[in-house]
C-alpha cells in the first residue's frame, strides 16, 4: 500500500498583484494532533498544518491566510509597497518547510497585516502563532514577549467587535493568555467574566474556564504566591 504524501498544492491568486502561485497544504486526514495546549497550540507527530497557514507571493512578496481579503485597495498596495513590496527579491516558499522558514512566513505576514492595517483579529493571530513557534522550540522568553503582544491586540478585538459568536473562545484566551504571563488577577477576571455571563451557553469554555482557574491557583502555590490572594470563581 502507497503511504499518503501529508503535503499537496493549491493555486492562490495574489490579493495584492494578482499572481497565481502554488503554496502547500497538510492534507487533512493526517492532521492529527499528539496533543493540544489550552490556548489551542497544537503538537503533531509528523508534518506540522501550522507551518504551512501563511501563503507567500514569489512574485511579490505579499504574505496572507486564508481570512484575509482577496484583494487589496488601493491605498493598501501602496502602502505594502512602499515597506516591503519595494524590496523583495523573489522567493518561492511553496515546498516543504522547516521551522524557520515558518517562522518567517509569519513574520513576513505580521509586517504585510500591520502595513495594510488588517483586521486586529488578524494581527492577533499571527502574534499567537509565532509565540507557538517559539513554544516549539522552547525559547521561553520569545514567547513570552510574543503571548504578551497577541494578548493585548485578542483585548482590542473584544472591545471593538462587541458581543459576537466567538466571544467564550476570545474570552477564554485573553483569561489564559494572562494566566500563561503570570498576570494571575487578570486571568482571574477574564475567566469569572466568562463564568458569570448569562449570555454565553457554551459549555466547553465555561469548564475549561474552571480547570484552568484551578490549574492557576496550583500555579501560584508552586510560586510560593497565596492562592487566597485571588478572587474565587
Known amino acids: 500500500m502507497t503511504e ?3 503535503l499537496y ?4 491568486i495574489c490579493s495584492n498583484c494578482e499572481h497565481e502561485f502554488s503554496t502547500s497544504r497538510v492534507r487533512p486526514s493526517l492532521k492529527r494532533a499528539i496533543r493540544r495546549d ?16 501563511v501563503r507567500v507571493c514569489p512574485k511579490c512578496g505579499f504574505a496572507s491566510t486564508e481570512n484575509s481579503a482577496d484583494k487589496l485597495a488601493d491605498w493598501q498596495r501602496k502602502a ?4 516591503v513590496g519595494s524590496r523583495w527579491k523573489n522567493r518561492d516558499f511553496g515546498g516543504k518547510r522547516n521551522w524557520e522558514t515558518a517562522l518567517e512566513t509569519y513574520k513576513l505576514a ?3 497585516a500591520q502595513c495594510i492595517q488588517d483586521k486586529e483579529r488578524i494581527i492577533a493571530s499571527h502574534l499567537h502563532h509565532i509565540a507557538w513557534m517559539y513554544r516549539y522550540k ?7 514577549r510574543f503571548l504578551r ?6 483585548i482590542k478585538v473584544f472591545e471593538n467587535d462587541g458581543m459576537g459568536g466567538n466571544d467564550a473562545r476570545l474570552m477564554f484566551l485573553i483569561g489564559e493568555l494572562n494566566r500563561r504571563i503570570g498576570e494571575y488577577l487578570n486571568a482571574v477576571k477574564w475567566f469569572s467574566r466568562l463564568i458569570n455571563d448569562q449570555r454565553i451557553m457554551d459549555a466547553a469554555m465555561i469548564r475549561a474556564a474552571r480547570e484552568q482557574w484551578t490549574l492557576l491557583r496550583e500555579q501560584m502555590r508552586g510560586e510560593n504566591v497565596d492562592p ?3 478572587p474565587n470563581l
Open 4 to 6: 499518503l504524501v501529508p
Open 9 to 12: 498544492s493549491i493555486n492562490v
Open 38 to 53: 489550552a490556548d489551542f497550540c497544537s503538537y503533531y507527530k509528523d508534518e506540522n498544518p501550522d507551518y504551512y497557514v
Open 80 to 83: 505594502f509597497n512602499e515597506q
Open 110 to 112: 505580521l509586517i504585510c
Open 138 to 144: 522552547g525559547e521561553t522568553a520569545l514567547e513570552q
Open 149 to 154: 503582544y497577541s494578548l493585548d491586540e485578542y
Open 228 to 230: 487566597d490572594s485571588i
